[in-house]
């Protein structure tokens, strides 16, 4: 499976982007991770195959939201009240299986990455 993630760019504080991620094959649970400079890669937000369990960083609960397309094999996260807090690099990931969904490690496939840099 080959992720491909768009959609980032800078923006000010207070605004809102949305980062795409298209997947070459079928995949399972999506997510998506952020690493900003100097730290490790974290956790933002994943979501099962059809859509019915959604779960978030709390730093992100109620500004952010993820979706998918299965038709389009596509994830979307759609960010929204952005603080120079969120800025950092966003990867998209897929993995199986259900357990530790916030977990790094459990996800075998990824993006290359994309910047979102938000200004005060």
């Known amino acids: 499976v080959q992720l491909q993630a768009s959609g980032g760019g800078s923006v000010q504080a207070g605004g809102s982007l949305r980062l795409s991620c298209t997947a070459s094959g079928r995949t399972f649970i999506m997510g998506w991770f952020r690493q900003a400079p100097g730290k490790e890669r974290e956790f933002v937000a994943a979501i099962t195959r059809y859509g019915g369990g959604t779960y978030y960083e709390d730093s992100v609960k109620g500004r952010f939201t993820i979706s998918r397309d299965n038709a389009k094999n596509t994830v979307y996260l759609q960010m929204n009240s952005l603080k120079p807090e969120d800025t950092a690099v966003y990867y998209c990931?897929?993995?199986?299986?259900?357990?530790?969904?916030?977990?790094?490690?459990?996800?075998?496939?990824w993006g290359q990455g994309t910047q979102v840099t938000v200004s005060s």
């Open positions: 990931a897929a993995r199986e299986g259900s357990s530790d969904i916030r977990m790094r490690d459990e996800y075998a496939y």
